[in-house]
């Protein structure tokens, strides 16, 4: 007997997170198929011009956005940012320097301090 492997899929919402790209933003026709493992491995080691460009570009996603900005994505919620960010508009973002965005990213800077200091602590109890 031989053995039939299924090509995985994924929806067009799942490829495009995983590609790190504003799924409205993208062709029709990447929006409305399916897409294969082998396709996406395809777009992230030869991504056409589209996809170069909305990385390049935008509008981004919320994720990208808020990384973006140094921010986690609550932040960019009470920051009133609830839409996809173009480039120009994030850059925009980081030179006005709204009060919003300094206290979001200090708060982001205490979260990351506090996960190194507890990962810290988890090494030395397993020693």
Do not use: C
Not at 48 to 56: C, K, S
Not at 73 to 85: F, K, P, V, Y
Not at 109 to 121: D, G, I, P, Q, Y
């Amino acid at each position: 007997m031989t053995s039939h492997q299924n090509t995985q899929t994924m929806k067009p919402a799942t490829a495009a997170k995983k590609l790190g790209v504003y799924l409205p933003a993208t062709p029709a026709e990447f929006q409305e198929g399916v897409v294969s493992r082998a396709e996406l491995n395809e777009l992230q080691t030869n991504p056409p011009q589209w996809l170069q460009d909305l990385r390049r570009n935008g509008p981004h996603p919320r994720p990208v956005v808020a990384a973006r900005l140094g921010v986690s994505i609550a932040g960019l919620a009470r920051g009133g940012i609830t839409e996809a960010l173009t480039t120009e508009q994030i850059e925009a973002l980081r030179e006005d320097g709204p009060e919003w965005l300094e206290k979001e990213r200090a708060t982001q800077a205490e979260v990351r301090k506090e996960a190194v200091r507890l990962k810290e602590k988890k090494a030395k109890e397993q020693d």
